[in-house]
């Protein structure tokens, strides 16, 4: 996807699990539109090599730890000035959160720590710094399964997903009149290892799930990706609070073409 725009120069862009899937897309997103972007991944190798692609930084961080992150945005701001955009995007979908009917009560927590959790912390640790330059824009990875049911369930997923959209939210309108923008991205299924790990072990379900789909295929992480850059830059000055669906038309549609 060719990028024209360079509308985050000087900024810097911190974004959880950064070193694959919808993470390192957007690392190099907002590398191409300008930003200083800080990679935390817990796959030191994967995340190392995504900082050096991008001509960024690396932060080992374990996001379900609050002392992580506070390192996480400490060494963003010493080493860039400010905190610019925080993309809290880390997020598990194993395969043993299923029904809850089957679902036991570590898968559940598991998720919510890696999903729910982790944004809190995010969000908490970012916000001074963002209060403190009296602008910030935060992009939470929330997920269209957020907004809509099915059947074929992942139910600590999808409940850790509605509390991401719930909080971002909230938060969003908080601290709107202290110049920090605080929005949940919604995104269909994405073709990423994540997504294909999943069907791999179901493919049924996959192609239950893809009939859904209006556009008739799963976004690319590249699409989410330029979502991301405009929620992050001033081209988004006006959005806030929102559930910001990138979905190819699956909460709006009824009947899908044939």
């Known amino acids: 996807m060719e990028v024209n725009a360079r509308r985050l120069v000087g ?15 957007a690392a190099r997103r907002l590398a ?9 991944d817990l796959n030191a190798a994967a995340g190392e090599a995504a900082a050096a692609e991008v001509g960024g930084l690396f932060v080992r961080t374990d996001v379900t730890q609050e002392d992580d992150v506070v390192a996480l945005y400490a060494a963003t701001h010493e080493a860039y000035g400010s905190v610019d955009v925080a993309f809290n995007n880390a997020g598990i979908n194993p395969t043993d959160d299923g029904s809850v009917l089957d679902t036991g009560l570590d898968a559940w927590r598991r998720v919510q720590e890696v999903n729910l959790t982790s944004v809190f912390h995010c969000c908490k640790h970012a916000l001074p710094y963002m209060r403190e330059q009296g ?10 399964v ?8 992942q139910i600590s997923y999808s409940a ?10 909230e938060l969003g309108v908080q601290f709107a009149r202290e110049g920090i923008r605080v929005n949940a991205l919604c995104p269909g299924p994405v073709n990423t290892p994540l997504l294909q790990e999943l069907f791999a ?3 049924e379900q996959a192609q239950r799930r893809l009939v859904h789909v209006p556009a008739g295929r799963f976004a690319e992480p590249e699409e989410i990706a330029a979502a991301v850059a405009f929620l992050a830059s001033d081209d988004a000055s006006f959005v806030n609070a929102t559930t910001f669906l990138v979905d190819g038309g699956i909460a709006g549609a009824y009947v899908t073409p044939v």
């Open 11 to 25: 900024r810097s862009a911190v974004i959880t699990g950064g070193a694959s899937g919808i993470g390192l897309a």
């Open 146 to 153: 957020a907004v809509m049911g099915a059947a074929t369930s």
């Open 32 to 40: 191409a539109e300008g930003a200083h972007v800080v990679v935390a």
């Open 135 to 144: 602008r910030g824009s935060i992009v939470n990875t929330a997920s269209f």
């Open 201 to 203: 072990a179901d493919p």
């Open 160 to 169: 850790s997903k509605g509390g991401v959209l719930s909080m971002s939210r």
